[in-house]
């Protein structure tokens, strides 16, 4: 196979690929994936609480972690990015949601659901200044074996009610959906596990004529009179519901009490309009920064400067390319487009160290053609070197850092290995073509002003 041959099979292959990327970006109707900062939306972080005296463990945040995306899934937002930032907080974005404070409470909700006995109950007014009779609230009421006191809206007034220990949690609960009471109100009606159907219809048949009070997250939703033993394992939560309200429930007791609780420490809302104002501005940026190499590749290195923008194109097409396919696990950000438009310069730098190192060997008197590999062997180990620091640094940044910075390291480290394999596989193998076609051997094509006196007896350039 002689030289031409195979640099025509190397030009080809990253042809072949890109057609392959724009084939399947044209089937399968292929998009970046736009984060926060581009699409708009809502970012939330939350720090997790522990139980007291309990140290929170990793694997429990992990588990926290899957238990909001499940939430966010039910919902309907697309594409959220739900993850555990450092040792205890959860950052949740969720791009194009429409309605922040809903998915505010629906994500942050704990859902710790209770069943209580009603061991006593008094009018609010009754018991204003007694201290028996003080809310429960703090970490106090978190602990399901103690006796608590929450009030509870009843016939337009408030009561307090003294409620026993936690007889059953909401993780029993094995089914949830919504219904409406005979009135048309919305009610939640739940279906209960084998187990939990055991222990709810012990607990009715012991409890019989007593008030059996629905705590969710320390709030009283209902506190229903026991008539008589539930043992099919069915039960309803009323209550004031809107619609909306009992849909999310719903949403919540499927997908289960989150193992922490949440705090939000830090919220940050971006509208439509200044995600897409965001997005216009970094193409922007990153078109001029494309166009402004290439002008200078083209009046700088004249005919070399050609391929180099043919090289510059096949980055931009590789970058969109993948940037599509990875679509559906990655989100494009602003730092990210910050990272593609820093590769620009990356990719026009391995061409001007090949093309300086050919226009050194041109002036020392020797052919174009001659020179194409021999400077390319200089050329690429600087290249190589460039790259492996910059591919080392973006690394360091993605494992290290957190948030934004991340997006940035990635596509500044896919760029790196962009171009040392557009470098080798495209790069040399054109200039190494064009090389034979005398006119773009010329000085003046390659930009070269002044070319080295040959030395006494030596062949005049």
Same mark, same amino acid.
């Given at each position: 196979m002689n030289r031409n041959t195979r640099d025509l099979i190397s030009i080809g292959v990253v042809v072949l690929i890109l057609a392959c990327l724009f084939g399947a970006i044209l089937v399968f109707d292929l998009k970046p994936r736009l984060g926060l900062d581009l699409q708009g939306g809502i970012g939330l972080v939350y720090k997790a609480k522990p139980a007291e005296g309990k140290k929170l463990d990793t694997g429990v945040l992990d588990k926290t972690v899957d238990k909001i995306r499940d939430r966010v899934d039910r919902l309907g937002v697309a594409e959220p990015e739900i993850t555990r930032q450092g040792m205890e907080n959860v950052l949740v974005q969720l791009p194009g949601i429409s309605d922040p404070d809903r998915a505010k409470e629906l994500v942050g909700t704990t859902a710790q659901m209770q069943f209580r006995i009603v061991e006593d109950s008094k009018e609010e007014s009754e018991v204003k200044d007694d201290e028996s009779w003080k809310v429960t609230e703090g970490e106090e009421g978190l602990k399901p074996e103690a006796v608590i006191?929450?009030?509870?809206?009843?016939?337009?007034?408030?009561? !307090?009610?003294?409620l026993g220990p936690t007889l059953l949690t909401g993780d029993a609960i094995k089914k949830a959906q919504l219904g409406y009471g005979e009135e048309g109100s919305p009610q939640i009606d739940f279906e209960l596990d084998g187990e939990g159907k055991d222990k709810f219809g012990e607990i009715t048949t012991q409890n019989q004529n007593k008030r059996l009070a629905i705590v969710l997250d320390y709030v009283v939703e209902s506190a229903p009179n026991i008539q008589e033993p539930i043992t099919d394992g069915r039960g309803e939560i009323t209550g004031e519901f809107t619609d909306q309200e009992a849909k999310d429930?719903?949403?919540? !007791?499927?997908?289960?009490?989150l193992p922490v609780e949440l705090v939000l420490i830090h919220e940050q809302d971006v509208s439509a309009t200044l995600g897409r104002d965001s997005l216009d501005k970094g193409m922007i940026a990153g078109l001029?920064? !494309?166009?402004?190499?290439?002008?200078?590749? !083209?009046?700088?290195?004249?005919?070399?400067?050609?391929?180099?923008?043919?090289?510059?194109l096949v980055f931009g097409g590789l970058m969109y390319g993948f940037i599509c396919v990875l679509g559906e696990f990655w989100s494009l950000t602003i730092a990210g487009i910050a990272g593609i438009i820093v590769a620009i310069g990356i990719a026009a730098d391995s061409s001007i160290v090949y093309f300086e190192r050919l226009k050194e060997e041109v002036r020392a008197g020797r052919t174009l053609r001659s020179s194409v590999d021999s400077a390319y062997k200089s050329a690429f180990r600087t290249i190589l070197a460039a790259d492996t620091v910059s591919f080392a640094a973006a690394a360091i940044l993605y494992i290290f850092a957190v948030g934004s910075v991340k997006g940035f390291a990635f596509t500044l480290g896919m760029a790196t290995v962009f171009d040392v394999f557009i470098s080798y596989f495209f790069v040399r193998p054109v200039t190494a073509l064009l090389a034979q076609w005398k006119r773009f051997g010329t000085p003046r094509a390659m930009g070269i002003r002044h070319l080295e006196e040959p030395e006494a007896g030596g062949e005049p350039s």
């Open positions: 006191i929450l009030p509870y809206k009843e016939d337009k007034s408030v009561v !307090l009610l003294k429930l719903v949403i919540v !007791l499927n997908t289960g009490a001029a920064g !494309l166009a402004i190499v290439a002008l200078f590749m !083209l009046l700088y290195y004249r005919a070399m400067g050609i391929v180099t923008c043919m090289g510059l």
